[in-house]
Structure formats: C-alpha cells, structure tokens
C-alpha cells in the first residue's frame, strides 16, 4: 500500500525531518576522540525532547536507544556504547523522530581525524550516490531507477559493496511504509513513483564485501570482512522534474566543518 500524502502532510513530514537534521549536528558538536557512543545518544535524547517530539525509533521492534551509532565496521544499528571513540574512528550516527503525527528518518558518517584517504574516498562516493539516487526519485521514474544509480556509483563503479540485507522504505506516519527502496538493482524495475509519495533513501555501502553479519544483540549489523561502512540517508518526496528534499544536511555540515576533531576535507 503507498501512501500519497497531500502538500500540508508533506510540510509536517518537512518539520519532522528538519528536526532530524538539527539533531545529528547536536550530536556532531559532541563527537571527539574519548566520547562515547552512549553520551552522544543522551544529547540526541535530550535534543528530541526538548523540541517535542518523541524518538521513532526507541522501543520500536524493542529497539532499546533513542539513536543508532554505528562505528567503523558496523554497518548500521548499532548500540550505543560505553566504548570511546578514537582518532580515526568512522561513526555512522542515525537518528529518527516523530512529531504531528509524522516521522523523519536520517543519518550521516563523520570521520573522526585521519581515518586514511581510502575511507574518506568511501564517505565521499556514498554521500555522492545519495544525491545520485535522489537524482531518480521523480515521478514516473522507477524505484529499481534510484537502486541502479546507487550501485553504480558505489559498487560498480569503484568496487564497493552494497549491501543487500537493508534498504531504503517509505517514510510517513509510520517509520518504515512500502515501498521498500534498495540501494541496488535494475534500472525500470520495480514501483512507479508518483507525486506525493515520501522516501527514505539510504545507501549503506562496505569498503570490502557486501556480506554482513549480526552481533549478538540482534541488531547491530556489522561487515563481514571487518572493513569499515558507510550510511548516508535523507527523505525526499516524489515531484514532477526534481525531488523535494524534505531533510536537510545543512546544519550538520556546518557542524563537521566547526569541530577540530572532525574530518570534513572529503568533500
Ligand atoms: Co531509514
């Protein structure tokens, strides 16, 4: 079932999604070598709440944390954690809230310092194969359209490994809505997009193979070659010609660029 929504659901989709963005920076303020990835979901905790809105994704499918912060090898859901971040750390930080009945969903990869030109090279060819991806997202293209674009930028292009397990979703009153939006695949295949409908596009591409494995907890999805990964995702929704964006990196780049400890020389 797919979900059209009309201008003024969309401009309420917009606050929450906005309200994302805002957030992440909050925490990339935060992020330095010693911090750790529990401390940095008590910011992102705190943020939502004091700007009335609820996390989406604490206690959803049990889900025990208002964020997930992946680190290095971690793909994506990851617990935060007691662990300190380190010079050359790559964190992955997803956050997700519901405020007017609607929810935004985003996330970004910060790298802490050096962690080598090969991971800045990733960080930058994901974050480029979102915006490739949302390129498609207009109507009457395709989602197998925005798939293709993904993995060609990421693993056909430059050797990366897309991974399968995990995909995009429609986004709205519920966190994840059809259609499903992988990051790899047939261009023309799959559900015709149409005006109105609001996506989640999330690439999540590994360094090395695109296997992954789960941890112990359940949920944390880690490579399976131990290499590291990178997530980008932002909600668009479906217009004719251009896609409207309905997150914003804006504020969050602001902050990597302001925060010594953070690596924003990739782009
Ligand atoms: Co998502």
């Known amino acids: 079932m797919?979900?059209?929504?009309?201008?003024?659901?969309?401009?309420?989709?917009?606050?929450s999604a906005l309200l994302v963005g805002k957030t992440i920076a909050e925490v990339a303020k935060a992020i330095k070598p010693g911090v750790t990835t529990k401390?940095?979901?008590?910011i992102a905790e705190k943020f939502?709440?004091?700007?009335?809105?609820?996390?989406?994704?604490?206690?959803?499918?049990?889900?025990?944390?208002?964020?997930?912060?992946?680190?290095?090898?971690a793909v994506v859901h990851g617990f935060p954690n007691d662990i300190p971040l380190k010079e050359g750390?790559?964190?992955?930080?997803?956050?997700?809230v519901y405020k007017n009945g609607?929810?935004?969903?985003?996330?970004?990869?910060?790298?802490?310092?050096?962690?080598?030109?090969?991971?800045?090279?990733?960080?930058?060819?994901?974050?480029?194969?979102?915006y490739k991806g949302i390129e498609k997202a207009t109507a009457g293209s395709r989602v197998g359209d925005i798939a293709f674009a993904i993995q060609d930028h990421t693993e056909k292009k430059r050797g990366y490994g897309v991974?399968?397990?995990?995909?995009?979703?429609?986004?709205?009153?519920?966190?994840?809505?059809?259609?499903?939006?992988?990051?790899?695949?047939?261009?023309?295949?799959?559900?015709?997009?149409?005006?109105?409908?609001?996506?989640?596009i999330e690439p999540m591409v590994n360094l090395g193979v695109k296997e992954v494995t789960y941890d112990e907890?359940?949920?944390t999805v880690r490579t399976k070659d131990r290499k590291v990964s990178a997530h980008y995702e932002h909600n668009v929704c479906i217009k004719k010609g251009k896609a409207d964006i309905l997150s914003s990196f804006a504020e969050i780049e602001k902050a990597e660029k302001e925060n010594t400890a953070l690596n924003s020389s990739y782009y």
């Open 48 to 73: 939502i709440a004091a700007n009335k809105a609820v996390p989406s994704f604490k206690n959803y499918k049990g889900y025990p944390f208002a964020t997930c912060i992946s680190v290095n090898d």
């Open 102 to 130: 609607f929810h935004g969903d985003s996330a970004y990869t910060f790298a802490i310092g050096s962690p080598g030109e090969e991971v800045l090279q990733l960080l930058k060819a994901t974050k480029e194969s979102l």
């Open 2 to 15: 797919l979900y059209h929504k009309t201008n003024a659901e969309i401009e309420l989709m917009r606050e």
């Open 89 to 96: 750390d790559i964190v992955s930080v997803d956050v997700g």
């Open 217 to 219: 907890d359940g949920w």
């Open 163 to 200: 991974v399968r397990e995990l995909v995009g979703h429609g986004l709205g009153r519920s966190l994840h809505e059809d259609p499903q939006v992988p990051n790899f695949g047939k261009r023309g295949s799959g559900a015709k997009l149409k005006e109105g409908l609001t996506i989640a």
């Open 39 to 42: 401390e940095l979901d008590t």
